[in-house]
């Protein structure tokens, strides 16, 4: 069983920048689809960015396409998501999760199996 855990949230001013980590414990991490979601007050749990086992690949939301990037370290069993240019509306909990599938593009939470405690984002205007 894989534990995530994540940290970098934060208060910040719009238009500023915050870099979130995602650190994984397990064997299994560098053979996984991962993924970042997250939810905002009163709202559903979104997809933000996806990143294949490799890291050759990524996927985002239209919301934050062009101003946040996802990556991953395999040797430090690690992912990060790069949030530039932030908004009021990018205020929410985020939360890293993993594809048990191993296949990369899932983007419904019901694809993910474990998830982290999530770590507090807040953007002011």
């Known amino acids: 069983q894989v534990q995530l855990v994540e940290s970098g949230g934060g208060l910040v001013q719009a238009g500023g920048s915050l870099r979130l980590s995602c650190a994984a414990s397990?064997?299994?991490?560098?053979?996984?689809?991962m993924a970042w979601f997250r939810r905002a007050p009163g709202k559903e749990r979104e997809f933000v960015a996806g990143?294949?086992?490799?890291?050759?690949?990524?996927v985002y939301a239209d919301s934050v396409k062009g101003r946040f990037s996802i990556s991953r370290d395999n040797a430090k069993n690690t992912m990060y998501l790069q949030m530039n240019s932030l908004k009021p509306e990018d205020t929410a909990v985020y939360y890293c999760?993993?594809?048990?599938?191993?296949?990369?593009?899932?983007?419904?939470?019901?694809?993910?199996?474990?998830w982290g405690q999530g770590t507090q984002v807040t953007v002011s205007s």
């Open positions: 999760a993993l594809d048990p599938s191993g296949r990369f593009g899932h983007t419904d939470v019901r694809d993910f199996g474990s």
């Open positions: 397990g064997r299994t991490f560098s053979f996984k689809a």
């Open positions: 990143i294949s086992s490799s890291g050759g690949h990524s």
